[in-house]
C-alpha cells in the first residue's frame, strides 16, 4: 500500500464546476504540498500546509492532521485549470499518484 | 532570476554509460532535490542536500551519486546507465523562507 493515496485518479468537469480532489497518508507528516503539473511537463508548487486551510485565487487547500487527509479544492473550473495535481508529504518527500483534472468548456 | 535550471533537456544514454545531470538555483535556497518520474507514474525522490557539503539519501538512490560543492549546484551523476533509469528527472529547491518548491523544467532520459 502506497503512503500518499490521491483520489480520484482522473476527473473530468464542466467549466464553472466546483472540483475537489483528496489526498489520504499513512505516514507522519510535517508538512503536505500540492503541486500541480501542466501537460507539457512543467511542475509548480501551490500549497505547502502544515495545519487548517490556505487560500489563494481560487484554489483552496485543507488538512486534517488528526484524520490524516487533506483536500484541495478549485472553485469555478476553468480549462486552464486542465492538469495533473500532485499531493507530496514531507516524510521523505513521498508522492501520490496524481490526479488528472480535465475542465471542458 | 532563472530559477532553478537544469541541462540537458533530453538524452539519450546506452546501457553502461555514464551522465552527469546538472542541476543550478540562483535563489540561495538552503535545500536542493533530484526526482525521477517514469511514466504513469508519481515522482520519487532520488537524494537531497539541506546544503552544501550535506546530502542524504531518499526512497530510490540506488544507481546514481550527487555531490553539492556549492550553493547553487547540486549535480546528479549516473555511473552505469540502465533501462531501469529512463525516467525524467526533476530537480527542485527550497530555501528557509519560503514554503514554495520550485522545480526546474526537467530531463528526459531514455537508456538503451
Known amino acids: 500500500k502506497n503512503e500518499v493515496e490521491q483520489s480520484p485518479q482522473n476527473l473530468t468537469a464542466q467549466e464553472g464546476e466546483f472540483i475537489t480532489i483528496n489526498c489520504s497518508y499513512s505516514v507522519g507528516i510535517s508538512a503536505l504540498h500540492w503541486l500541480q503539473q501542466h501537460p507539457g511537463g512543467g511542475i509548480v508548487s501551490l500549497f505547502m500546509?502544515?495545519?487548517g486551510k490556505k487560500k489563494h485565487g481560487r484554489l483552496i487547500a485543507t488538512i486534517n492532521i488528526q484524520e490524516k487527509h487533506s483536500s484541495l479544492h478549485i472553485t469555478a473550473s476553468h480549462p486552464r485549470d486542465s492538469a495533473v495535481y500532485i499531493c507530496a508529504v514531507k516524510y521523505d518527500m513521498r508522492f501520490g499518484a496524481g490526479t488528472r483534472l480535465t475542465v471542458k468548456p | 532570476n532563472a530559477g532553478v535550471t537544469q541541462t540537458p533537456k533530453f538524452r539519450i544514454l546506452k546501457i553502461g554509460q555514464s551522465m552527469t545531470l546538472q542541476c543550478t538555483q540562483d535563489m540561495n535556497h538552503n535545500y536542493m532535490y533530484w526526482y525521477r518520474q517514469d511514466p504513469g507514474m508519481g515522482l520519487k525522490l532520488i537524494y537531497y542536500?539541506?546544503?552544501?557539503?550535506?546530502?542524504d539519501k531518499g526512497e530510490v538512490p540506488n544507481g546514481y551519486n550527487v555531490s553539492r560543492s556549492t550553493t547553487e549546484d547540486f549535480p546528479l551523476r549516473l555511473e552505469l546507465a540502465a533501462p531501469s533509469q529512463t525516467s525524467v528527472y526533476f530537480c527542485a529547491s527550497t530555501g528557509w523562507s519560503t514554503d514554495t518548491q520550485y522545480f526546474g523544467p526537467g530531463t528526459r532520459l531514455t537508456v538503451l
Open positions: 542536500s539541506v546544503g552544501a557539503g550535506i546530502t
Open positions: 500546509l502544515s495545519s
